[in-house]
């Protein structure tokens, strides 16, 4: 037996293990203060009553002979495929049923859709980034190169960013962006669309935070570019839009037009996935339905109040940021040319605050740091409060 060499290529990782160390010694040492996590990358406000009411009823159902449901379809159930096809519609997008596939969370599916794509394949993802992206492909052992998500781009890399010794077989891209909060327009999408096109090149667009984008002229799809159905594979996710990051449903868009690609991936989910339990999908329906999306819509706006007062703050504290606005996520540079842990230890040292060092999404991240608006409006007020005492002149 030889094991896969490609895992001793991984970084170790130590972001998150290395903040909660820091918090919990903190803590130890000062027992009487206040911290405030303003780093949370999980949401942390309840499923909505249209959810966990289709829940229970699922629940009943599977309870009782005649309703009773062993395993479903591997591409999802119709009635959520059908649920996601109406809210695609809602945007002018047109999917064929055959196009929809759910998914257990858009993590497991930007994971397993790497099956699709030879080895060989070159892959261009914008630094800083959701690691995801690069840990899958270097666990496949696939070249990764990296394009500049910087200041003067304003962390929305374009073509013209690309450094021209570079191919680039496998796109990646985020919009709204984890961990920069920038969103890119439809002129600048459409440049990338018009680029994977002429390379023959596969754009893998993750849309997990679409639902933050409350400007019509922004694109919360790829397809709502011209030409994007023939080069674009799209992953979505409830689990930031309605609160199921722990009840986990997703889904990803293979369009007909991919040549193969799509029924490829019927076969890789036929063969190595049975499907999300049917309780799930029910409570996934209902988000779709008036009532949830009036519901997750009071979530999404509690979050994006959160997201303003975070900008507001900077605002007027005169720290340089971006993202907040469509996004629950607010990448700020470093006060004082502060590096990136530089600025953590400041922070908790002198406002209690926690945030996630931009260092530790690439080395554009440094610098940088990145705040979530994932936090309850009290906690988020109190820490605006004490940034203004330390940051306002
Ligand atoms: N994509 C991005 C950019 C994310 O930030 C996250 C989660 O934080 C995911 C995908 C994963 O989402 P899911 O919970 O659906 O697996």
């Known amino acids: 037996m030889n094991i896969n060499a490609n895992y001793d290529n991984l970084e170790q990782s130590y972001l998150f293990s290395t903040i909660a160390k820091k918090v919990n010694e903190y803590i130890n040492n000062n027992p009487d203060k206040k911290v405030i996590r303003l780093g949370i990358g999980d949401v942390t406000l309840p499923l909505c009553k249209a959810v966990t009411d289709a829940l229970h009823k699922a629940v009943d159902e599977m309870g009782v002979q005649s309703t009773f449901r062993g395993y479903g379809p591997e591409q999802g159930y119709d009635f959520l495929r059908e649920a996601v096809q109406g809210y695609y519609k809602k945007h002018s997008v047109n999917l064929e049923l055959d196009e929809i596939f759910i998914s257990d969370g858009a993590k497991s599916d930007l994971g397993n859709i790497l099956d699709l794509f030879d080895t060989n394949n070159t892959v261009l993802v914008p630094d800083p980034v959701y690691p995801v992206y690069v840990?899958?492909?270097?666990?496949?052992?696939?070249?990764?190169?990296?394009?500049?998500?910087?200041?003067?781009?304003?962390?929305?890399?374009?073509?013209?960013?690309?450094?021209?010794?570079?191919?680039?077989?496998?796109?990646?891209?985020?919009?709204?962006?984890?961990?920069?909060?920038?969103?890119?327009?439809?002129?600048?999408?459409?440049?990338?669309?018009?680029?994977?096109?002429?390379?023959?090149?596969?754009?893998?667009?993750?849309?997990?935070?679409?639902?933050?984008?409350?400007?019509?002229?922004?694109?919360?799809?790829?397809?709502?570019?011209?030409?994007?159905?023939?080069?674009?594979?799209?992953?979505?996710?409830?689990?930031?839009?309605?609160?199921?990051?722990?009840?986990?449903?997703?889904?990803?868009?293979?369009?007909?037009?991919?040549?193969?690609?799509?029924?490829?991936?019927?076969?890789?989910?036929?063969?190595?996935?049975?499907?999300?339990?049917?309780?799930?999908?029910?409570?996934?329906?209902?988000?779709?339905?008036?009532?949830?999306?009036?519901?997750?819509?009071?979530?999404?706006?509690?979050?994006?109040?959160?997201?303003?007062?975070?900008?507001?703050?900077?605002?007027e504290c005169g720290i340089k940021h971006v993202g907040g606005k469509h996004s629950p996520y607010i990448w700020l540079k470093c006060p004082n040319n502060m590096k990136s842990w530089e600025f953590f230890d400041y922070l908790l040292n002198n406002a209690q605050i926690v945030g996630t060092p931009g260092a530790g999404f690439g080395k554009n991240g440094e610098g940088y740091f990145r705040l979530t608006s994932f936090g309850s409006t009290e906690n988020t007020k109190e820490a605006m409060e004490r940034l203004k005492k330390l940051f306002k002149s």
């Open 135 to 315: 840990d899958t492909n270097i666990m496949a052992g696939r070249k990764v190169n990296f394009i500049n998500a910087n200041a003067e781009n304003e962390f929305l890399p374009g073509v013209k960013d690309i450094d021209k010794n570079v191919g680039a077989d496998i796109i990646y891209i985020c919009s709204p962006n984890n961990p920069t909060g920038a969103v890119y327009n439809k002129t600048q999408l459409k440049e990338w669309v018009d680029y994977a096109l002429e390379k023959k090149a596969v754009i893998l667009f993750d849309s997990a935070y679409e639902c933050f984008i409350s400007d019509p002229e922004l694109p919360r799809s790829i397809y709502e570019i011209e030409g994007a159905k023939n080069c674009a594979i799209e992953f979505c996710s409830l689990s930031k839009t309605a609160g199921f990051t722990g009840t986990r449903c997703g889904y990803t868009i293979v369009p007909m037009n991919l040549g193969k690609l799509n029924k490829m991936w019927v076969r890789r989910q036929t063969t190595k996935f049975n499907g999300v339990p049917y309780i799930v999908q029910r409570g996934a329906e209902a988000v779709f339905t008036e009532e949830g999306q009036k519901e997750i819509g009071l979530n999404i706006a509690y979050y994006k109040n959160n997201a303003k007062l975070i900008s507001d703050t900077l605002n």
